[in-house]
């Protein structure tokens, strides 16, 4: 390719870029407002933020700098900037998070080139999961903390410990869980969005970025998400059964414990899609490289 070419290309990639800039310029802004808001969705962007370390990581030996559009990159963006229209004329949110998705995903292919396509696709889904959990972190809160508090009341009543749930009257924005001798509130910190949120992602970049077939992927986004509420109610219970021996740490405390659920919520997700997927072998290359098998099929394992 001749250098006026190149130069052609970095100009239009460039005036590209800032027409994106400016039209999901007020949609990355509501979504760093909410995240810097809702401390729940400050985990789902660390592990979104882990995963992109990983995978450049994972990947660095493969990746370089690209610099130019293909056909697949300048069809999503068009595809974006198009979805985006339709979404502001009909006020879908649905078609702008596809927009933002896709735009996302392009931008990653102009960087990166088609030999990092698994990486950026599953990057682009997982951002796509970002946007929508930052639409539902209000509208889901009061529905994950009764789940979570009933939850808790019916295995600490399997225990044999006196539980009680309840809403203190005239104030029904709080949820109060009685156990033993002791009262705690079921705040929207212990609602456990923050894990589903962060097991969510989790899940869909690892079932995006591996071979793993269909069936498999559901049940992984399904089993993480089962995961992340086992994992939050187990955090309540044992909270509330270590408080009495902790009455001048509580806080110290309850911190601890939040952290060490927090993480091996994350880790047991990690390990249900790692044991889907059948273990840890190294991620096939030909797809990347477009080499088939002599049967004309694509080899290796997920």
């Known amino acids: 390719m001749s250098g006026g070419r190149i130069s052609l290309d970095r100009w239009i990639g460039g005036i590209l870029f800032l027409l994106t800039a400016v039209l999901f310029g007020p949609l990355t802004y509501w979504l760093a407002r909410q995240t810097a808001y809702h401390q729940q969705l400050t985990h789902a962007l660390l592990i979104l933020g882990l995963a992109v370390a990983f995978l450049l990581t994972e990947r660095r030996n493969r990746l370089s700098f690209h610099g ?26 649905w078609w702008v998070i596809a927009s933002y998705a896709m735009a996302g995903a392009a931008w990653g292919l102009y960087i990166f080139g088609p030999r990092g396509r698994r990486a950026i696709f599953s990057l682009s889904g997982a951002l796509a999961a970002y946007v929508l959990l930052a639409a539902l972190v209000q509208a889901a809160d009061w529905p994950l903390r009764t789940m979570a508090g009933r939850y808790s009341q019916w295995v600490l009543d399997k225990l044999g410990i006196y539980t009680r749930l309840f809403i203190p009257p005239g104030d029904e924005a709080r949820l109060i869980l009685v156990a033993g001798s002791q009262a705690f509130e079921v705040a929207p910190e212990c609602n456990g969005f923050g894990l589903i949120g962060a097991s969510l992602l989790l899940s869909l970049l690892l079932v995006i970025y591996r071979r793993v077939a269909l069936f498999d992927k559901v049940l992984c986004v399904v089993a993480s998400l089962f995961l992340a509420v086992l994992f939050n109610v187990l955090r309540i219970i044992s909270i509330c059964l270590l408080a009495p021996h ?55 394992n997920c």
């Open 246 to 300: 902790f009455p001048k740490h509580y806080h110290l405390m309850h911190e601890v414990v939040g952290n060490i659920f927090f993480w091996a919520g994350l880790a047991s997700v990690w390990a249900s899609v790692w044991y889907v997927g059948g273990g840890g072998g190294r991620e096939e290359e030909d797809r990347d490289r477009g080499q088939k098998t002599e049967g004309g099929g694509e080899k290796g």
């Open 68 to 93: 130019a559009f293909d056909g697949l990159s300048a069809g999503l963006l068009m595809g974006s900037f198009l979805s985006l229209a339709v979404g502001t004329a009909l006020k879908s949110f």
